[in-house]
């Protein structure tokens, strides 16, 4: 069983919806990521927390907006989106950094998102 | 910048063979990680094999060995004896040191044939 848990697998919204993606780790890394993946596609970074402060925004629209509450919790809230949004959205969750560690990242098994 | 080359879309292997998925790298950074992970139609991304740019030896993780030749930059991933199960996409991917970002190659689909 993966060390990081995602909710929901599935979701299915309409482009006025507002949801949310939640995931959730307990490894006490300080490091957490959402990833988009388009089917047979490499997953593509959108956002990086290190130490509960974003780090990373790779140019991420504004209707995706994450939140990490603490050092364990990573959201990823969803306003007003597209059809072409519709992907696997994957969490991971690793130490900061690679010194003295292999600092491998760990994946959730995703969330699979659908705009209607 | 890191940049990750799968130049390989798709390979079949036959079952109890080895097979070798390639990987070439640039990047400016002096020191990185060099990372394959497996995913499995499910969609789970599994981790299976790390390689440090100091690292003298090659790493193995059971059936999986990493062929690290650091003067060309590359990084294959070799898989012994095949298994049904081994069917997969397989992404090779660099993280710096010190940095939080973990960059993915396009990925080589494997199959296995019985």
């Known amino acids: 069983d993966t060390e990081v848990t995602q909710t929901p697998k599935h979701l299915v919204m309409g482009m006025t919806n507002k949801k949310s993606l939640k995931c959730e780790q307990h490894?006490?890394?300080?490091?957490m990521y959402w990833y988009k993946q388009k089917a047979k596609k490499p997953p593509e970074l959108m956002f990086v927390y290190s130490y509960e402060k974003l780090s990373i925004n790779e140019s991420v629209p504004s209707r995706f907006s994450p939140e990490c509450p603490n050092s364990s919790l990573l959201n990823l809230h969803l306003h007003a989106l597209q059809p072409e949004d519709s992907a696997l959205y994957l969490c991971a969750s690793s130490q900061v950094s690679l010194a003295g560690n292999t600092g491998e990242l760990f994946f959730g098994e995703g969330s699979r998102l659908t705009v209607l | 910048a890191q940049k990750i080359t799968q130049t390989q879309p798709g390979m079949f292997v036959q079952e109890k063979e080895a097979v070798t998925l390639d990987c070439t790298y640039d990047t400016s950074d002096p020191s990185y990680g060099l990372f394959w992970y497996k995913q499995p139609s499910s969609g789970e991304m599994i981790f299976l094999i790390y390689q440090g740019s100091y690292d003298q030896q090659n790493a193995t993780e059971g059936r999986y060995s990493l062929n690290f030749q650091k003067a060309r930059k590359s990084a294959n991933l070799v898989i012994s004896a095949s298994q049904l199960g081994d069917s997969a996409m397989y992404f090779c991917?660099?993280?710096?040191?010190?940095?939080?970002?973990?960059?993915f190659g396009a990925g080589t689909i494997l199959r296995v044939k019985s």
């Open positions: 991917a660099m993280r710096a040191l010190n940095g939080n970002k973990l960059v």
């Open positions: 490894m006490g890394h300080r490091a």
